[in-house]
């Protein structure tokens, strides 16, 4: 099963972790900087204070007195560099974090009230990430999430982890994942040889990803339908 950043699923907060991001790169400060990154998602309000908030300002300098491994604010910075560049947000193959002029844009959104020409522009940066396993499998991970929940109407938001596990687009890749939907989360896990902590982290974004584009319908009960648009589960 691929893994999948998880630190933020909220799109109105990856914009504003993003327009961190670009303030950092345009003042000439170090974007690959986990603890200049961090303290900036911290003060963006992206990254928390912990289970009991407490003062930014105060938050900061207790965790400046632990090791950088137990800073907190330092695994956001990570897992969300890590997203934006799933996203082609940034480009930092080459040593300095570059954002992209789709990670300029996105950045625009920062603090602005959610319309449509939001949920248009994330709805295509979405749809358009690939993500490839340690193999080279190649998938659109959430093309795949759209059309698992069209052939399972009514899946539950738990088993559209499935779409992470699909190594390609291909029809083949989506019967078998299809079929591991109808077993139990319990025996889904045994079968797939993965811990449970990876399996509740590949559940976390991208159906929420999915209910904030309007992409899927959930029901009281807390199942997925697609949402009536058409072309909505089709892949490039």
């Not at 911290?42 to 632990?66: C, F, S, W």
């Not at 890749?173 to 449970?196: C, N």
């Amino acid at each position: 099963m691929k893994g999948f950043p998880n630190q933020v699923a909220e799109l109105p907060k990856i914009a504003d972790g993003i327009k961190c991001l670009v303030d950092i790169v345009d003042a000439g400060r170090n974007g690959r900087d986990d603890g200049v990154f961090g303290e900036g998602l911290v003060r963006a309000r992206v990254a928390g204070t912990g289970h009991k908030p407490k003062p930014i300002d105060q938050y900061l300098a207790e965790q400046r007195l632990k090791s950088a491994s137990n800073q907190s604010f330092r695994t956001t910075a990570r897992g969300l560099r890590e997203l934006y560049r799933i996203m082609n947000l940034i480009d930092d193959s080459a040593g300095p974090v570059v954002v992209t002029p789709l990670g300029r844009t996105a950045a625009s959104f920062s603090g602005k009230k959610w319309d449509e020409k939001q949920t248009d522009f994330w709805r295509g940066v979405i749809r358009d990430i690939e993500h490839s396993d340690e193999h080279g499998n190649t998938s659109h991970p959430y093309q795949v999430l759209l059309r698992l929940v069209a052939r399972k109407p009514g899946i539950t938001r738990a088993k559209c982890a499935l779409a992470l596990e699909a190594r390609d687009d291909s029809a083949k890749e989506l019967d078998r994942i299809a079929a591991l939907a109808d077993l139990s989360e319990s025996d889904i896990i045994d079968k797939l040889g993965v811990s449970q902590s990876n399996w509740d982290n590949a559940k976390k974004v991208l159906p929420k990803f999915a209910e904030q584009l309007d992409d899927v319908v959930r029901s009281s009960g807390g199942t997925f339908v697609l949402a009536d648009a058409p072309g909505k589960a089709e892949t490039t």
